[in-house]
């Protein structure tokens, strides 16, 4: 009997694939149930976590939930510094960026000419971009990187902002 | 030596009521995991599992399991009955509740990474992977809209999510 491959699994568990055959298989077979489990908990894991730029909706259900959140307006230009004090569990960047008719909003934070990281296809409001910045992010940001936003119209991609953020953890 | 799903079912079939929860132990996780993915959530997944065992060990202890060597099959069968039912307004039942506590099955699941390792992992990925695991699990997109979103075909996001959710958990593996 072959056990199931990654791709099954994963097709599954996104209500994909043959279902019936993936089922029939492991009911028979408790090493292929495990491995469905830990890629059902890998995906809780990520469904779980904090993305790194959230719409103002998720904003105000994690501000719900408990989580104590300062919020920086930041300008297109603007430069600021901001701080990660202890009494905060999401230090959140809201970048003021025109995305009116965007189909897709980009962000991505750059050093000199070179992307450290990008997120293609972020949530964004009228007029604003939320990066929620977490405690574990530290180190990560160097002192002189510039955060960008992009907006892409009928297959363009234009810069529509850039933003000088220095974090100080404390 | 442990015995084979089919033993266990052969001998509560001739009355041996101590393989009765050593067979629903393992069950219960598969049970569960078929919970999760038909009705979505951990509690009804949990009653799904005691109401399966139930069900299957009654009918195993009756003899009405034509073939026990395939109880897997029987097993599944259950599931998919009892969902059926459940969702034609059928009551779940009692039956043997009392008598073997299934309740005390307990099912031990994977657990999800930590947070902040998980951040971390999820920043190695290319641009792409990244993006294509964020709006499949943050934002429960499906595979055709972040084929919209991102101008590729559905069928290339789900070679993305698999080789992104591949690299997460080496990395995972990893650290």
Redesign the interface.
């Known amino acids: 009997m072959t056990c199931l491959s990654h791709e099954q699994i994963v097709d599954y568990l996104h209500g994909e694939g043959d279902a019936d055959a993936v089922e029939a298989h492991y009911f028979g077979c408790a090493a292929c149930a495990r491995a469905i489990d830990e890629v059902r908990a890998l995906g809780a894991g990520l469904a779980a976590i904090i993305p790194p730029v959230v719409s103002r909706a998720r904003l105000r259900q994690l501000e719900g939930s408990g989580l104590r959140v300062r919020e920086t307006p930041v300008a297109p230009g603007a430069a600021v510094d901001v701080y990660f004090t202890r009494d905060v569990d999401l230090l959140v960047h809201a970048l003021g960026a025109n995305v009116a008719g965007a189909e897709r909003v980009d962000f991505e934070i750059v050093q000199g000419d070179r992307v450290l990281i990008g997120f293609p296809a972020v949530p964004a409001d009228a007029g604003e971009v939320l990066v929620a910045c977490q405690r574990h992010y530290e180190g990560e940001v160097p002192d002189d990187a510039r955060f960008r936003v992009f907006a892409v119209r009928a297959g363009t991609r234009v810069l529509v902002g850039e933003y000088r953020i220095r974090h100080h953890w404390l | 030596m442990d015995c084979s ?1 089919a033993e266990l079912a052969r001998r509560i079939g001739a009355g041996d009521r101590g393989a009765e929860m050593p067979l629903a132990r ?2 219960a ?2 049970i569960r ?2 919970g ?2 038909h009705l979505g959530d951990e509690d009804r997944a949990a009653d799904l599992v005691q109401e399966v065992l139930l069900i299957v060990i009654e009918a195993l202890r009756a003899g009405r399991v034509d073939e026990p060597d395939r109880v ?2 029987f ?2 069968g259950t599931c998919r009955n009892v969902i059926g039912g459940w969702r034609r307004g059928e009551r779940r039942r009692a039956g043997l509740a009392a008598e073997l506590d299934v309740a005390a099955v307990a099912v031990e ?8 390792r ?3 992992c ?2 190695r990925l290319g ?2 992977e ?2 294509v ?8 997109r ?2 055709e809209a ?1 084929g919209d ?2 101008g590729t075909s559905a069928g290339n996001v ?1 070679v993305i ?2 080789r992104a ?2 690299a ?2 080496t990395c ?1 593996e990893r650290r």
Request: overall charge positive; glycine content about 0%; hydrophobic content about 40%.
């Open positions: 799903d393992r069950f996780p598969r995991l078929y999760l993915r897997d099959r097993m599944l699941p994977a657990r999800p990474p930590e947070a902040a998980l951040s971390r999820l920043h641009e792409r990244r993006a695991l964020l709006l499949s699990y943050c934002d429960e499906d595979a972040i979103l991102l789900r999510r698999h959710l591949r997460v958990r995972l």
